[in-house]
């Protein structure tokens, strides 16, 4: 069975600082990524996925990651992060028919 | 396009009721997921279905079903409520249902056990 974790839980930046949240995933097949981002009082929104081709992938909002298969990584990143970002973060990996989630990773931004 | 629509958002219940969650797809997704979220344990997933079968499921236990109708809209069920049974049940509609297909979520259900 696959899988997640994150780790970090909670993570305080100022405005304009960057952000890298880790995420790392436990199987042994083919998966597909994916980060959600779920903002106070809101449902779960898809931030960016990884499915094939450039490990690279970039999203909504000025988010993007990179797959790293060798170190079965999705690291979420963002080079300047805003008030609005805050929210939590959940990584996630689909091995078929069903996603597996990190435990979360809190973010506030202080403006 | 509407979204995924779950009713009601809001529910409180005594232990050793039962309880049954709706979920509204969007139009066409004939796959639907159910997730339990809890501060403790995160986001779990308790089951999936695709054209009225389930195809998987998670590790919960038998108090814990679902079923799914021919228009894709899905219902779950909680019986002999326990005060642990207490979280937000999110639903998800994808299209198929693959691994390699976006899960959109509803707002979800916040079930209170008292």
């Known amino acids: 069975a696959q899988s997640v974790s994150q780790h970090n839980h909670h993570v305080i930046l100022s405005e304009a600082a960057s952000l890298e949240l880790g995420c790392n995933y436990s199987?042994?097949?083919?998966?597909?990524l994916f980060w959600y981002v779920q903002y106070p009082g809101q449902h779960l929104q898809l931030l960016l996925k990884?499915?094939?081709?450039?490990?690279l992938v970039k999203g909504i909002k000025g988010f993007e990651a990179e797959f790293i298969k060798s170190k079965f990584s999705f690291n979420l990143r963002k080079p300047s992060v805003q008030w609005s970002d805050t929210a939590e973060y959940f990584c996630?990996?689909?091995?078929?028919?069903?996603?597996?989630f990190g435990g979360g990773t809190r973010l506030m931004v202080k403006p | 396009k509407a979204g995924v629509t779950q009713t009601p958002r809001y529910l409180i219940k005594t232990r050793g009721q039962q309880v049954t969650l709706s979920c509204s797809p969007i139009?066409?997704?004939?796959?639907v997921s159910w997730y339990q979220q809890t501060p403790g344990q995160g986001l779990q997933f308790l089951f999936e279905?695709?054209?009225?079968?389930?195809?998987n499921k998670g590790n919960f236990p038998g108090r814990f079903s679902g079923r799914q109708f021919s228009n894709s809209r899905s219902e779950m069920n909680v019986s002999t409520l326990e005060l642990g049974d207490s979280a937000l049940y999110l639903c998800?509609?994808?299209?198929?249902?693959?691994?390699?297909?976006?899960?959109?979520f509803g707002q979800g259900t916040r079930l209170t056990v008292v």
């Open positions: 998800a509609s994808s299209l198929t249902g693959r691994r390699d297909t976006e899960a959109f």
């Open positions: 199987y042994g097949g083919t998966v597909n």
């Open positions: 990884y499915f094939s081709g450039d490990p």
């Open positions: 996630a990996v689909n091995a078929g028919n069903m996603l597996t």
């Open positions: 139009s066409g997704h004939r796959s």
């Open positions: 279905y695709f054209s009225e079968t389930q195809r």
